[in-house]
């Protein structure tokens, strides 16, 4: 009977998603992708200063974390090397700033708009990074991507001292 148990308590810590950030919403949103990247051995790092009271909807900003993500472990793993399949996302909260960046390995170079916003010749395709600015522009945010030295970075920032 106690094994029993033992493996069921086991079996249950196993199931309960780590705790980046407070917020359960992106907290459920990171402990999805960070399982997706593990799963095609990329390597997936999260450094988070996040408390629990953005004045963002965070539902919505789980969607553009979502897609940013999905773009991130989709570039990723198109890298041959192992050892070179990145993602890095990082959380800052300073009470009137909030911000992400996330930094993945690709295997090709991106291409750019006029605007600075990465864009795909694939059909069907690109419709997160347009929801990602649509979110920009709606919150007042600083949107920035980046593709350089097989290195690609998106950052946001969404506060009042911009």
């Known amino acids: 009977m106690r094994d029993h148990v033992a493996d069921w308590l086991g079996s249950f810590s196993a199931s309960v ?11 459920a949103a990171l402990s999805l992708f960070k399982r997706r990247a593990e799963d095609k051995d990329i ?3 999260i450094d988070s200063q996040l408390s629990n009271t953005l004045d963002v909807d965070t539902i919505k900003l789980s969607v553009v974390l979502s897609n940013a993500l999905e773009n991130a472990i989709t570039a990723a793993d198109k890298v041959q090397n192992r050892e070179g399949r990145t993602v890095n996302v990082k ?32 059909a069907g395709h690109g419709v997160g990074v347009r929801s990602i ?15 350089i030295d097989s290195r690609f970075t998106m950052r946001l920032v969404i506060g009042s001292a911009m």
């Open 91 to 122: 959380f800052v909260y300073t009470g009137s700033q909030f911000g992400f960046e996330i930094i993945n390995s690709c295997a090709e170079p991106a291409e750019f708009d006029d605007e600075g916003i990465p864009v795909t010749r694939k």
């Open 133 to 147: 600015v649509m979110f920009a522009k709606e919150n007042n945010a600083l949107l920035d991507f980046k593709c």
């Open 43 to 45: 390597r997936f790092k």
């Open 17 to 27: 998603p780590p705790v980046f950030c407070a917020d359960p919403v992106l907290n």
